[in-house]
């Protein structure tokens, strides 16, 4: 259990630290920028998917696919789903987010909100993970990873269009991240085997996140050359996750 707790916090602080990249903002110029985050979207996108049906899901489903692995994997999408409706959950993966001058202040404060309930279920999805194998755990944890970097970039230009001072953006952007370490430790404390649902929930949300944030964000590229290139860095995020099969 000591080992478990050792890597699931060692690993949500790796993904809280990442909130930082947000100075790339200031150093990057914003086309490059912009080059960069559509071949981490086609990789986070593959990531994710592989991560769901290579780890997660023959996870779950070991003891049989049930009506209760598809209930919990459901539960997941509609949790992202109304989170995504209610608490304004905004994956701006692109850069180039435009809202009305007028509601600039409340898009900040509820993508913090919003972003700190979604990193707070990701500590807990890979504590999670960790409980049920240390495989699956750096598994979920690289998927984790590869889809805060664009979102981390994309929620600090958020911050600072809706006026924030960069200093503050990158404060206010790390304490939000800090909420996985809070879910991380919800696990472990409950003391409770959570995994059963743990994990068939991490792979209905990362499922939503995949399908309905980063792949619609790849269809608005049309260019022949660079859909190709997302359709290689898509894969290459797959076969990540195949590759990491062979530390079981």
């Not at 898009?107 to 279920?121: R, S, T």
Request: charged share 15%; glycine share 10%.
């Amino acid at each position: 259990m000591h080992t478990q707790i050792f890597y699931s916090l060692l690993s949500v602080i790796v993904v809280s630290l990442l909130s930082l990249i947000g100075v790339l903002v200031l150093w990057i110029k914003e086309g490059t920028l912009k080059k960069i985050l559509l071949y981490f979207v086609g990789f986070s996108a593959g990531a994710l998917m592989g991560d769901v049906f290579l780890h997660l899901l023959p996870e779950a489903a070991e003891e049989g696919f049930g009506l209760k692995v598809a209930l919990y994997v459901i539960t997941g999408i509609v949790f992202s789903f109304i989170v995504e409706k209610v608490v304004h959950w905004h994956h701006c993966h692109n850069m180039d987010c435009r809202v009305n001058r007028k509601n600039i202040k409340s898009l900040a404060y509820m993508n913090l909100i919003g972003d700190g309930v979604h990193n707070f279920i990701d500590g807990m999805i890979i504590a999670g993970s960790y409980l049920v194998s240390f495989p699956v755990g750096i598994a979920t944890t690289m998927a984790v990873i590869f889809h805060e970097i664009p979102q981390e970039l994309g929620d600090f230009g958020v911050l600072l269009y809706s006026g924030f001072k960069k200093k503050m953006a990158l404060l206010f952007n790390f304490l939000s991240a800090l909420c996985a370490v809070l879910g991380a430790l919800t696990v472990f404390l409950i003391q409770k085997d959570l995994t059963s649902f743990l994990i068939p929930f991490a792979a209905g949300t990362f499922l939503y996140i995949a399908g309905s944030d980063l792949i619609p964000e790849l269809h608005e590229e049309t260019m022949l050359g660079k859909s190709i290139a997302q359709i290689g860095v898509f894969l290459l995020g797959v076969l990540v996750m195949a590759g990491l099969l062979l530390l079981e």
